[in-house]
């Protein structure tokens, strides 16, 4: 039971030689509390949002895991929990409380354990999720699992491949077009589409540059972008870091702009309209 959150299922009990009656007793006697058929808690109701997750996938059987936006929170890509409890189950078990979802053609890649709780994989859980999302929230769900080292493109391509039919599956499939790593930031999100909006090139997103991780790069132009949030460029040591980092592109033959979000909201056609201005002075340097 501990290793399940403190629960633990009726078939477990009659394991460990309790038949129906010695359940009953249990029961009442307040060392056990049923929480879904077939599943009970030992010593005490389930109170944290983890100990009610693994009792909902006990609840659906073998082969259930956590699932879709109960999925997303448990790896972390969502930061609160929502009810009811979503689990993707291969049987017909449909507990009460429950949301439950079924697939039979999932593999055994498609599942593994995080915090000890059976729940589908990253790149699984993230098609699941994508056509409920925004084209935002999707790109930031991405962005997250691949920045924690859960998901890489490679597995993402493989469960698109294998459902191609899965409503996420074209929301994701333009994700693996993007070139560079996963982003850091809402503002390293929307840089890719204001430079589509605005008719710009395609910048390489976390490109290496000089020894150094760039935030957008223009690789035909050799002109870095780096979007500046205050609260990642405020301190003196942020303020130094970043000097020297302009001054040793620019020794490899790099130019440096630097864009912050409220310019970039109070004024994109400005920011545009230069931003042409410097590629296209690059362009003509290159030639």
């Known amino acids: 039971a501990i290793r399940q959150y403190g629960n633990i299922t009726r078939s477990q009990l009659f394991a460990a030689r309790l038949d129906d009656s010695a359940i009953k007793r249990e029961v009442r006697s307040g060392r056990l ?3 879904h058929p077939g599943v009970y808690a030992v010593g005490r109701p389930p109170v944290t949002p983890h100990e009610h997750a693994a009792a909902a996938v006990l609840a659906c059987g073998p082969g259930a895991a956590l699932s879709h936006r109960s999925a997303m929170t448990l ?3 969502f930061k609160r929990w929502e009810r009811p409890f979503q ?9 009460a409380g429950i949301e439950v979802h079924r697939s039979r053609a999932l593999l055994r890649r498609d599942f593994t354990k995080q915090l000890g709780i059976r729940v589908t994989s990253p ?15 999707v790109r930031r769900a991405v962005n997250d699992a691949r920045l924690s080292r859960y998901l890489r493109l490679p597995e993402l391509a493989d469960v698109i491949e294998r459902f191609p039919r899965h409503p996420g599956a074209a929301r994701l499939r333009g994700l693996l077009a993007s070139p ?3 982003t850091r930031s809402e503002f390293e999100d929307a840089f890719p ?5 605005f008719s710009l090139p395609r910048p390489v997103m976390g490109a290496r540059v000089a020894g150094y991780e760039v935030d957008a790069l223009f690789p035909a132009q050799r002109v870095i972008v780096e979007l500046d949030g205050w609260e990642y460029h405020s301190s003196r040591d942020a303020f130094e870091r970043d000097r020297n980092r302009d001054a040793d592109t620019l020794a490899a033959g790099l130019v440096t702009v630097r864009i912050t979000w409220q310019r970039l909201l109070v004024a994109p056609n ?3 309209e230069r931003l042409h201005a410097i590629l296209a002075g690059r362009s003509l340097k290159a030639a």
Do not use: M, Y
């Open 75 to 77: 790896w972390g890509f």
């Open 87 to 95: 689990v993707t189950v291969s049987g017909d078990r449909r507990p």
């Open 123 to 137: 790149a699984r859980t993230v098609l699941d999720c994508a056509p409920t999302l925004s084209d935002r929230s």
């Open 270 to 272: 400005r920011e545009a």
């Open 193 to 197: 589409a204001f430079c589509d909006c």
């Open 180 to 182: 560079g790593g996963p």
């Open 33 to 35: 509390f049923r929480v």
